[in-house]
């Protein structure tokens, strides 16, 4: 028996090819696919979504200016809304790895758009005579002014709506875990080594400011996206557009993103340079490598139960082993430095490609759309997770905490002042090979009084950070 299958053809400058009847892909996307069956990994469902925007964008505003035809502009703005609620999410098929500069992926938004508008009018798709990819669609546009600002809408969509919100419950965690933990001191360590008392409240509230530093960082970095090259076409010059469509075209991405946004001063600079997408992934990178010590942190501050510190607990959130029944590992915290690790090698694969265009155009773009968009969503997913399942359901074990703060040696250093340096240090060394406390010493050497002693060795008093004044 004979199965039948619905085609149509198509045609492009290199000549005919059938495709399927229901793809709203056309033929330079069936090209792609043929070509570029690399990782399988599709496009970001935010670059995506800042694609269709672009292209709402500009089919509002050529309409507007009578560079295409109002009903076509109409129809176009249509199925981008259609795609932007969800539908037709399939048809973006082209790999991540793909032709450079990002024509592949950006002419298969373009068809798609194209099609959905036709099937709209009640035509067939593939009728490109009517609603052209080309044409209408990508009216005076290029691959290369698009795909940047794609990439700066793209970002700035990822920050909006994943890595922000994130970063502020994580502070706000933080700061409420500061405010529980307040009156608990546990030993510092420095190199590993015992050093003074330091508050595990503090401890909190210091990785509430870090990461409040970072967030301030990335939203200064952030600023270089809002400033936009569209318009500048195919090399920059504007050609083949409309003398008011640069200007209104980024007030009309504006409105649709709810950002402020501004032409860029120069557009030959906006397409060749790279350096925005670089300076946000640096401190994307500069904000995982705190991320990273942060979570080494709360694992060694957790191991144990019984041979390591276990000053905290951290919600077991899964069984930890296969064979050891009864074990728990600190998996979110594991997780947190696996991604950050990951986006510190995007941050890497960045540079390169930012510094591999050549003249007029970088060529290495889906590489960087890629890999930005991604590491602020895989970023602010970590975050999210770390602080939901992680942050938010730690305890302390104030008895441990005072343990190892009262036994630590690096309490001598409250002496300094009192005793002297050197008399400290022979106080500290006396106390190690005798097991004798630094309190016993000290009395027995008549160097200190017992209510001298109990004031200056005060654990509280020692953890408290001086104030500025």
């Not at 056309?26 to 792609?32: D, F, K, P, Y």
């Not at 672009?54 to 199925?79: E, F, H, M, R, Y």
């Not at 991540?96 to 002419?107: D, R």
């Amino acid at each position: 028996m004979t199965e039948y299958t619905d085609f149509r053809i198509e045609r492009d400058s290199m000549g005919d090819r059938q495709i399927l009847g229901s793809a709203y892909y056309g033929i330079q996307t069936l090209r792609a696919v043929e070509n570029f069956q690399i990782s399988g990994i599709k496009p970001l469902p935010t670059y995506v979504d800042a694609c269709l925007i672009i292209k709402k964008a500009t089919a509002i505003v050529n309409g507007q200016l009578g560079c295409i035809p109002a009903d076509i502009s109409a129809v176009i703005v249509q199925a981008a809304d259609e795609i932007l609620t969800g539908k037709f999410r399939d048809q973006f098929v082209v790999d991540v790895y793909q032709a450079g500069a990002g024509t592949s992926h950006h002419m298969n938004i373009n068809e798609v758009l194209a099609n959905r508008a036709l099937e709209i009018l009640g035509d067939e798709k593939g009728n490109y005579q009517r609603v052209s990819p080309n044409d209408h669609v990508n009216y005076g546009q290029s691959t290369n002014d698009v795909i940047p600002t794609a990439i700066r809408i793209g970002g700035l969509l990822a920050l909006t709506h994943t890595l922000q919100p994130a970063l502020e419950k994580a502070i706000a965690s933080l700061e409420n875990k500061a405010v529980q933990f307040k009156d608990i001191v546990k030993a510092g360590r420095t190199h590993l080594q015992d050093a003074v008392p330091v508050s595990l409240g503090e401890n909190f509230r210091a990785w509430a400011q870090i990461l409040s530093d970072h967030q301030n960082r990335i939203y200064t970095a952030s600023g270089d996206l809002m400033v936009l090259g569209l318009g500048g076409s195919a090399a920059g010059t504007g050609m083949n557009t409309h003398p008011q469509y640069r200007a209104r075209v980024v007030e009309a991405i504006a409105e649709l993103i709810g950002s402020p946004l501004e032409p860029a001063p120069h557009l030959m600079a906006a397409m060749q340079s790279m350096a925005p997408f670089v300076n946000v992934s640096g401190a994307l990178r500069n904000l995982a490598q705190d991320l990273v010590k942060i979570s080494h942190d709360l694992r060694l501050m957790d191991s144990g139960p019984k041979t390591g510190f276990k000053e905290i607990q951290l919600p077991p959130v899964q069984p930890g082993s296969s064979i050891m029944p009864g074990k728990y590992n600190p998996v979110m915290a594991e997780m947190t430095s696996m991604v950050c690790f990951q986006v510190m090698g995007y941050d890497n694969a960045i540079a390169l490609a930012a510094q591999a265009g050549q003249l007029e155009l970088n060529v290495m773009m889906p590489l960087i759309a890629y890999n930005l968009i991604h590491s602020i969503e895989i970023l602010g997913n970590t975050i999210a997770a770390l602080t939901e399942r992680c942050i938010e359901g730690i305890t302390a074990n104030k008895e441990r905490c005072l343990a190892y703060a009262e036994g630590s040696l690096a309490l001598v250093t409250a002496l300094n002042t009192h005793i002297g340096y050197l008399n400290a240090a022979a106080v500290a060394k006396e106390s190690l090979e005798t097991g004798k406390s630094l309190r016993q010493i000290v009395l027995e050497k008549g160097l200190m009084t017992e209510e001298e002693l109990a004031k200056v060795l005060d654990l509280e008093q020692m953890s408290a950070i001086i104030p500025l004044t």
